[in-house]
């Protein structure tokens, strides 16, 4: 007779099987709940850089690297061309004002001076010769004059004494009328006399002025030509120092080329190259400083150059009360630009952080000093000692401020 057999409801292997499946799930729930929860690293204290957040004064500034160079630098272009003939100083020569540099020589110019001084010497002979001959005229004309005056007087004569010898009946009316007219022509021809004359003088005045105004004219070309001439010796325009002369002799210079310059030694100017990230920010009359041992210097920004080459611009600087004693041509300063006045803010001193967190977010130790944790942060200005902070932390607080580069995505420093 068969027997039914009852099946088992939960066999050994089944058991095995389901158990086995729970801990799978509950691994992947532990997994699971691990990636969600805080990352930690263990950090060793000494390889951390901890400071203190402060409130404090704080002025933006950029650092800028500035070579000293002489106020004012004046160019020797040369005026006229020509060929070096002599040197009268070596170059670094400390010059006075209208001292000699060099000479050329330029026969060209030399021919062109003595034909203008020829034209010269030649019209004022002409103008000479033209006065004479009109002082000469003129007093042929005089002479005809004092003539005509001497006639008048007799036919006036003659006149006045026939009017009265015909008013008593001596003489004849036709002798008095002969009379008459004798004076009257002579007194028309004294009129037209004194007319030629006027009309002479006038007439000579033009012509003198005329052959004035030409000799002055060739005068003045010959002044201009001599001056030209005498811009061959080249000489110092200002007091200074001469510096990058460039010329020998038996060399042949054009004109507008430049031989050197002068330093005018007066006083310094800091000329400064700056980013141009920087450039609608610097104007002049901002300030920076320069530390020499235990002096502090202030200079001013005098002019901007606002053409950026190679990613950076120009400025000149100045110092505003007194300059360094011991501050020489060609020498390096180290100078912080002031970008804006002093003010109280929250700070953190600059670290490597900021790299890898652009300012968002900083890891902030515990009061107990053994952990750190990550926490955002907003900064505002900056300078090469401080972030301002706007958000995110009290005075008081530690930050981890060295570079973030090995913590990954790590949420929780342990501090060892």
Not at 353 to 373: E, H, M, P
């Amino acid at each position: 007779m068969d027997r039914i057999i009852e099946k088992k409801k939960w066999p050994p292997k089944k058991i095995a099987m389901i158990a086995g499946g729970g801990l799978g799930i509950l691994l992947i729930i532990f997994i699971i709940f691990s990636t969600f929860g805080k990352s930690r690293l263990n950090v060793e204290s000494e390889r951390m850089t901890i400071a203190a957040v402060k409130r404090d004064n704080f002025r933006e500034f950029i650092p800028v690297t500035g070579i000293i160079q002489p106020v004012s630098t004046i160019y020797l272009d040369l005026r006229e061309g020509g060929r070096v003939e002599e040197i009268f100083v070596e170059d670094g020569a400390v010059m006075k004002k209208g001292q000699p540099i060099l000479r050329l020589s330029n026969t060209d110019l030399e021919l062109s001076l003595t034909t203008q001084e020829t034209s010269v010497y030649n019209l004022l002979a002409q103008m000479q010769i033209a006065q004479n001959g009109a002082r000469q005229n003129t007093i042929s004309k005089l002479t005809q004059s004092v003539d005509v005056e001497s006639q008048l007087i007799e036919a006036k004569r003659v006149y006045e004494m026939n009017k009265k010898l015909l008013n008593s009946s001596v003489i004849a009316k036709q002798e008095f009328q002969e009379s008459e007219n004798i004076y009257k022509a002579v007194l028309e021809k004294k009129k037209l006399m004194d007319e030629i004359l006027k009309q002479d003088s006038i007439a000579s005045d033009q012509q003198f002025a005329q052959a004035a105004q030409s000799y002055q004219g060739a005068k003045n070309g010959l002044e201009l030509m001599r001056r030209k001439f005498s811009d061959l010796t080249v000489c110092a325009p200002v007091d200074g120092q001469l510096t990058s002369l460039d010329a020998e002799i038996g060399q042949s210079k054009n004109k507008g080329e430049r031989i050197g310059q002068i330093d005018v030694l007066s006083g310094f100017k800091v000329r400064v190259d700056v980013d141009e990230h920087y450039i609608s920010r610097i104007y002049a009359g901002l300030e920076g400083i320069y530390k020499q041992a235990d002096s502090t210097y202030t200079l001013v920004i005098k002019k901007v150059y606002t053409q950026v080459t190679g990613g950076r611009f120009a400025v000149d600087m100045v110092f505003k009360d007194k300059a360094p004693e011991s501050i020489r041509r060609g020498q390096s300063l180290q100078i912080r630009i002031a970008l804006s006045d002093e003010t109280e803010a929250l700070l953190i001193p600059r670290g490597g952080f900021y790299q890898q967190t652009g300012g968002n977010w900083i890891f902030k130790v515990s009061k107990d000093g053994n952990k750190a944790y990550r926490i955002p942060i907003r900064i505002g200005r900056q300078n090469p000692d401080f972030y301002e902070v706007l958000e995110g932390l009290e005075p008081g607080d530690k930050v981890v401020v060295n570079s973030y580069e090995n913590y990954g995505d790590i949420q929780e420093l342990v501090i060892k």
